[in-house]
Protein backbone atom coordinates (compact mmCIF):
# COMPACT_ATOMS: atom_id res chain seq x y z
CA UNK A 1 0.00 0.00 0.00
CA UNK A 2 1.84 3.42 -0.85
CA UNK A 3 0.43 5.99 1.51
CA UNK A 4 1.48 10.14 1.16
CA UNK A 5 1.37 12.96 3.13
CA UNK A 6 0.21 16.62 1.42
CA UNK A 7 1.60 18.35 4.38
CA UNK A 8 0.39 22.06 4.79
CA UNK A 9 -0.93 25.02 6.78
CA UNK A 10 -4.24 24.82 4.83
CA UNK A 11 -5.01 28.41 6.39
CA UNK A 12 -7.63 28.31 4.81
CA UNK A 13 -7.53 25.38 2.19
CA UNK A 14 -8.00 26.91 -1.29
CA UNK A 15 -9.13 25.38 -4.70
CA UNK A 16 -5.64 25.55 -5.13
CA UNK A 17 -4.73 23.43 -2.58
CA UNK A 18 -7.75 21.19 -3.33
CA UNK A 19 -6.36 20.50 -6.81
CA UNK A 20 -3.76 19.25 -5.58
CA UNK A 21 -5.34 16.71 -3.00
CA UNK A 22 -7.68 15.73 -5.96
CA UNK A 23 -4.76 14.65 -8.46
CA UNK A 24 -2.53 13.01 -6.07
CA UNK A 25 -5.07 10.79 -4.46
CA UNK A 26 -5.63 9.22 -7.84
CA UNK A 27 -1.56 8.66 -7.69
CA UNK A 28 -1.44 6.63 -3.91
CA UNK A 29 -3.49 4.07 -2.42
CA UNK A 30 -4.27 6.93 0.58
CA UNK A 31 -3.54 10.37 1.10
CA UNK A 32 -3.18 11.84 4.32
CA UNK A 33 -3.66 15.70 4.15
CA UNK A 34 -1.15 16.70 6.99
CA UNK A 35 -2.51 19.79 9.06
CA UNK A 36 0.40 21.26 10.84
CA UNK A 37 -0.37 23.12 14.04
CA UNK A 38 2.81 25.89 13.52
CA UNK A 39 3.03 27.38 16.83
CA UNK A 40 5.36 30.40 15.05
CA UNK A 41 2.45 31.88 13.23
CA UNK A 42 -0.66 33.06 14.65
CA UNK A 43 -3.40 31.41 11.69
CA UNK A 44 -6.75 32.25 10.98
CA UNK A 45 -8.30 29.21 11.66
CA UNK A 46 -7.57 26.62 14.88
CA UNK A 47 -6.23 23.01 13.68
CA UNK A 48 -9.47 21.91 14.37
CA UNK A 49 -11.16 24.40 12.03
CA UNK A 50 -9.15 23.45 9.23
CA UNK A 51 -9.25 19.59 9.57
CA UNK A 52 -13.02 20.63 9.68
CA UNK A 53 -13.02 22.47 6.60
CA UNK A 54 -10.61 20.03 5.11
CA UNK A 55 -13.26 17.07 5.72
CA UNK A 56 -16.07 18.32 4.29
CA UNK A 57 -14.16 19.50 0.90
CA UNK A 58 -12.71 15.71 0.87
CA UNK A 59 -15.18 13.87 1.84
CA UNK A 60 -15.89 12.50 -1.49
CA UNK A 61 -12.36 11.52 -1.75
CA UNK A 62 -12.47 7.56 -0.02
CA UNK A 63 -8.86 7.67 0.34
CA UNK A 64 -8.04 10.88 2.03
CA UNK A 65 -7.87 11.08 5.41
CA UNK A 66 -7.30 14.69 7.28
CA UNK A 67 -4.79 14.44 9.96
CA UNK A 68 -3.52 17.09 11.95
CA UNK A 69 0.09 17.04 13.29
CA UNK A 70 2.66 19.47 14.69
CA UNK A 71 6.97 18.86 15.03
CA UNK A 72 8.54 17.04 11.79
CA UNK A 73 7.21 16.10 8.70
CA UNK A 74 9.67 13.02 8.92
CA UNK A 75 8.44 12.13 12.51
CA UNK A 76 4.70 12.41 11.20
CA UNK A 77 5.91 10.28 8.26
CA UNK A 78 7.29 7.36 10.15
CA UNK A 79 4.30 7.80 12.99
CA UNK A 80 1.68 7.14 9.98
CA UNK A 81 3.91 4.73 7.76
CA UNK A 82 3.44 7.30 4.90
CA UNK A 83 6.72 6.46 2.47
CA UNK A 84 6.25 9.64 0.07
CA UNK A 85 5.61 13.49 0.69
CA UNK A 86 3.71 15.30 -1.89
CA UNK A 87 4.17 18.83 -2.40
CA UNK A 88 2.63 21.26 -4.51
CA UNK A 89 4.80 24.09 -6.67
CA UNK A 90 3.93 27.33 -8.02
CA UNK A 91 6.56 28.98 -9.02
CA UNK A 92 10.43 28.57 -9.38
CA UNK A 93 10.70 30.47 -5.40
CA UNK A 94 8.19 27.19 -4.23
CA UNK A 95 10.60 24.98 -6.13
CA UNK A 96 14.08 26.59 -4.48
CA UNK A 97 12.47 26.24 -0.88
CA UNK A 98 10.73 22.92 -1.38
CA UNK A 99 14.14 21.35 -2.69
CA UNK A 100 15.75 22.44 0.50
CA UNK A 101 13.00 21.23 2.77
CA UNK A 102 12.82 18.08 0.82
CA UNK A 103 16.80 17.35 0.52
CA UNK A 104 16.86 18.05 4.39
CA UNK A 105 14.30 15.74 4.82
CA UNK A 106 15.55 12.91 3.22
CA UNK A 107 18.73 13.43 4.86
CA UNK A 108 16.57 12.65 8.06
CA UNK A 109 14.26 9.74 6.64
CA UNK A 110 15.85 8.27 3.76
CA UNK A 111 13.09 6.10 3.08
CA UNK A 112 10.31 9.05 2.61
CA UNK A 113 10.66 10.15 -1.05
CA UNK A 114 9.27 13.92 -1.94
CA UNK A 115 7.16 14.25 -5.27
CA UNK A 116 6.56 17.30 -6.32
CA UNK A 117 2.73 18.49 -8.19
CA UNK A 118 3.18 21.63 -10.20
CA UNK A 119 -0.03 23.59 -9.71
CA UNK A 120 -2.75 23.59 -12.34
CA UNK A 121 -2.53 26.95 -14.54
CA UNK A 122 -5.77 28.42 -13.19
CA UNK A 123 -4.18 27.98 -9.50
CA UNK A 124 -0.51 29.66 -9.97
CA UNK A 125 -0.88 32.64 -8.26
CA UNK A 126 -2.95 31.38 -5.42
CA UNK A 127 -2.02 31.11 -1.78
CA UNK A 128 -4.02 31.09 1.11
CA UNK A 129 -2.12 34.35 2.42
CA UNK A 130 -3.57 35.97 -0.98
CA UNK A 131 -6.80 34.97 0.28
CA UNK A 132 -6.70 36.47 3.58
CA UNK A 133 -5.75 39.38 2.40
CA UNK A 134 -8.24 39.64 -0.19
CA UNK A 135 -10.96 39.12 2.19
CA UNK A 136 -9.81 41.66 5.21
CA UNK A 137 -10.30 44.56 2.50
CA UNK A 138 -13.98 42.72 2.19
CA UNK A 139 -12.94 41.32 -1.59
CA UNK A 140 -15.12 38.73 -3.68
CA UNK A 141 -13.15 35.51 -2.55
CA UNK A 142 -15.65 32.97 -3.92
CA UNK A 143 -12.98 32.14 -6.65
CA UNK A 144 -10.73 30.66 -4.89
CA UNK A 145 -11.82 28.78 -1.66
CA UNK A 146 -14.62 26.27 -1.77
CA UNK A 147 -18.27 27.66 -0.16
CA UNK A 148 -17.85 25.85 3.27
CA UNK A 149 -14.64 27.80 3.54
CA UNK A 150 -16.28 31.06 2.43
CA UNK A 151 -18.79 30.73 5.17
CA UNK A 152 -15.94 30.09 7.51
CA UNK A 153 -14.03 33.10 5.88
CA UNK A 154 -17.25 35.32 6.66
CA UNK A 155 -18.22 34.18 10.28
CA UNK A 156 -14.24 35.25 11.06
CA UNK A 157 -14.84 38.96 9.81
CA UNK A 158 -18.21 39.52 11.68
Given at each position: MLRAIYPGSFDPVTYGHLDVIKRSSKLV????????NNKA???LFSVEERVKMLGEVTKDMPNVKIIPFEGLLVDFARKTGARMVIRGLRAITDFEYELQMSQTNHKMEPDVETVFLTTSLEYSYLSSTTVKEVAAFGGDISQFVPPVVLENIEKKRK
Open positions: DELIVGVLKTP
